[in-house]
């Protein structure tokens, strides 16, 4: 190889780690790290906010917030916060 192919491919491997880098940075700005997604028995699907111990049902088309809770501690009941 010669030397501007090998300056091409260090420059494309570079930006492709500042890319990834910049992607995953605005995932973090947008407070979505800790969010564990999960899915219900009714096809319903879920996420758990680790940061705050809250809870977001929504329905199997994404279009409406079921419902929202709390948890306090793990093995205690799950507290509504709203249904709709």
Same mark, same amino acid.
Do not use: E, H, W
């Given at each position: 190889?010669?030397?501007?192919?090998?300056?091409?491919?260090?420059?494309?491997?570079a930006?492709?780690?500042?890319? #990834? =880098?910049?992607? %995953? @940075?605005?995932?973090?700005?947008?407070? $979505?790290?800790?969010v564990?997604?999960?899915?219900?028995?009714?096809?319903?699907? #879920? =996420?758990f906010? %680790? @940061?705050?111990?809250?809870?977001?049902? $929504?329905?199997?088309?994404?279009?409406?917030?079921?419902?929202?809770?709390?948890?306090?501690?793990?093995? %205690?009941?799950?507290?509504?916060?709203?249904?709709?």
């Amino acid at each position: 190889m010669n030397k501007l192919n090998v300056f091409l491919l260090t420059v494309v491997v570079a930006l492709s780690f500042v890319l #990834g =880098f910049s992607v %995953q @940075s605005r995932a973090q700005n947008k407070s $979505y790290t800790g969010v564990m997604p999960f899915m219900t028995s009714g096809d319903r699907y #879920g =996420f758990f906010d %680790q @940061s705050n111990g809250r809870i977001y049902i $929504y329905d199997n088309n994404f279009s409406q917030c079921l419902f929202v809770g709390q948890i306090q501690a793990l093995g %205690q009941a799950i507290q509504a916060i709203s249904k709709s």
